[in-house]
């Protein structure tokens, strides 16, 4: 890959990486403690409540995931590593850079 690409992709990481913050900072309501107050809400209510919680918790897990897979990808950058199987060594493909910035093995690799 060129610096061209890689200027192109690191853009594309750090705009994922801002999409993410507003999207963690709009999920923090919903992964709010759920009150046990049986006169505010029923017990199905607050059940339903509890699920969305649980959900939105995982979709933060996945969202910290991923903050970790882009950042490895631009420490990758820096060292000069970046475009390349963490495992074997070949270059990976720019159409799988291209999908997923953050990947770090190539299709053989990860598909192992």
Known sequence: MNETDIARITDK???R???????DQLGQDAQAVVELDQQAIGR???MDAMQHQAMARAQQSRRNTEILRLNAALVRMDEGEYGYCEDCGDAIAAKRL???PAASKCITCASL
């Open 13 to 15: 990481i750090q705009a």
């Open 17 to 23: 990486l801002r999409e993410i913050k507003v999207q």
């Open 44 to 46: 199905l209510s607050r």
């Open 98 to 100: 291209e999908f997923d």
